[in-house]
């Protein structure tokens, strides 16, 4: 399993874009990148996934560069209430392994 | 959009107790983790679970924990004698399916206060 690291804090103020960079140096050939945005007292909540390139959603959009070693999540215009954690995965789930491993996750505070 | 959901939402238990943890995955998903987050810390994974048996497990998930999916609609966490260290939030998760060349995102519940007292 590909480790990540993320930076631990950002903060943000409300209507700017924010930019969330994960490290996965390991990455395998295989292995998608998920990222989840956690609010306190409640589960991950899927955002998106890639495997390569550009990905967007109603929600974010995410860029993965060619040697897919990292990715950046991205976040149009965030208000107060995307104030979560955000985590980013790396993994396949065809291999047989589902042994999902959450890293510390980036914890976002949009100030108004 | 159907959704995963836990109960209880909160459990305090004695010291020693068994406690079981239930668990509704979204109705056609087959793949089915359990999770545990001690307050403040991050999301680690407990075990895996497809077509009635354990696929991974952590070093967590230790001969205190089961699992089991008794009636083809509930997914149970057991903790046999439960010790002050296992109190976190507990959540459920479940998957579709495995897609060739793909990856299924999880849905999560709400998860299960458990308070070890």
């Known amino acids: 399993l590909a480790k990540t690291t993320q930076p631990i804090s950002m903060d943000s103020y409300e209507g700017q874009e924010v930019n969330i960079t994960c490290s996965h140096n390991?990455?395998?050939?295989?292995?998608?990148i998920t990222w989840y945005q956690q609010f306190p007292s409640q589960g991950p909540r899927f955002i998106i996934q890639?495997?390569?390139t550009k990905v967007t959603n109603e929600v974010a959009s995410l860029f993965i560069p060619a040697d897919r070693k990292s990715s950046t999540l991205s976040l149009p215009r965030v208000s107060l209430s995307d104030t979560a954690v955000y985590y980013c995965?790396?993994?396949?789930?065809?291999?047989?392994?589902?042994?999902?491993?959450f890293g510390a996750g980036t914890r976002l505070f949009v100030k108004a | 959009e159907p959704e995963v959901t836990q109960t209880p939402s909160h459990q305090v238990t004695q010291m020693g107790q068994e406690v079981i943890l239930r668990c509704v995955p979204i109705?056609?998903?087959?793949?089915f983790y359990w999770y545990r987050q001690i307050l403040g810390q991050k999301v680690e994974f407990l075990v895996s679970?497809?077509?009635?048996?354990?696929?991974?497990k952590s070093e967590i998930f230790d001969d205190q924990f089961s699992v089991e999916r008794p009636d083809g609609s509930n997914f149970t966490l057991k903790i046999r004698s439960t010790k002050l260290e296992d109190s976190a939030m507990y959540f459920c998760?479940?998957?579709?399916?495995?897609?060739?060349?793909?990856?299924?995102?999880?849905?999560f519940g709400d998860g299960t206060r458990l308070s070890i007292l």
């Open positions: 995965l790396v993994g396949d789930a065809n291999t047989g392994g589902f042994k999902t491993i």
């Open positions: 390991n990455i395998a050939t295989n292995d998608y």
């Open positions: 890639g495997y390569k």
């Open positions: 109705s056609n998903h087959l793949y």
């Open positions: 679970f497809y077509n009635n048996e354990i696929s991974e």
């Open positions: 998760a479940s998957v579709r399916d495995r897609e060739i060349g793909g990856n299924q995102p999880q849905h």
